[in-house]
């Protein structure tokens, strides 16, 4: 952690031999940040730590290894708008099946539950400005897709479509919760997309160089 005119660099968490840490943000109020603990041997594990370093919190149980996306710009954990529970893409490591889902734990680690069905896998995970949805990318298709669902399970709805051969993976919500800015594959041609939440007006937005490494994400509103 720096602040913003560059200095007083501070460090947060001291990571165990064989781990690394990586960053998911601030929770809304900026008392926490998240992070996923990763590493080789071990599963993957959600923590909250407050930005002094204090106050260290796992959030997944030791079996349930967090998804981890280290060689992406992407985002498998996400704060709820009001900071009291946290979203995430994982897999159990024993029992319980083998395959990714997308799950919500409360902020102080408990009311752990599964909100999507395992077959259809999760590889991220974004909670909606206005709380109403999470969106996420499947990983357990032929052609990833992106889907959106209710914190409560309910409402589970593919957005795109892989018919015509296309992958479309990592959504980003708009600050509006109107939309959702995507990444685009088909026939080894890289675009990034948006679409309305409820899965109109698609539209391709920029072409991608192949190769290149993505980070995208909506500007603030211009003011009025």
Do not use: C
Not at 91 to 119: F, M
């Amino acid at each position: 952690m720096r602040s913003s005119d560059g200095g007083d660099l501070k460090r947060v968490t001291t990571t165990p031999d064989t781990y690394t840490d990586f960053p998911f943000g601030y929770s809304p109020d900026g008392s926490r940040i998240l992070f996923n603990r990763v590493s080789d041997f071990f599963p993957h594990a959600l923590y909250s730590v407050n930005p002094d370093g204090t106050g260290l919190l796992r959030l997944s149980p030791p079996e349930l290894s967090v998804v981890d996306n280290e060689s992406y710009d992407v985002i498998s954990a996400d704060w709820s708008p009001d900071g009291s529970q946290v979203t995430f893409a994982g897999k159990w490591r024993s029992g319980h099946g083998r395959q990714t889902a997308l799950y919500i734990v409360n902020a102080d680690g408990t009311g752990l539950r599964q909100v999507t069905p395992a077959g259809l896998g999760a590889e991220s995970a974004q909670w909606s400005p206005d709380g109403r949805q999470i969106a996420f990318s499947s990983n357990r298709q032929a052609n990833p897709q992106v889907w959106v669902v209710h914190p409560d399970g309910s409402g589970l709805k593919g957005i795109t479509s892989a018919a015509d051969g296309s992958t479309s993976t990592f959504p980003v919500w708009s600050p509006d919760s109107a939309k959702l800015l995507f990444e685009r594959v088909n026939r080894s041609a890289n675009a990034l997309w948006t679409v309305n939440a409820d899965g109109t007006e698609l539209s391709k937005l920029a072409g991608i160089p192949i190769g290149t490494t993505t980070d995208y994400g909506w500007g603030a509103a211009p003011p009025s």
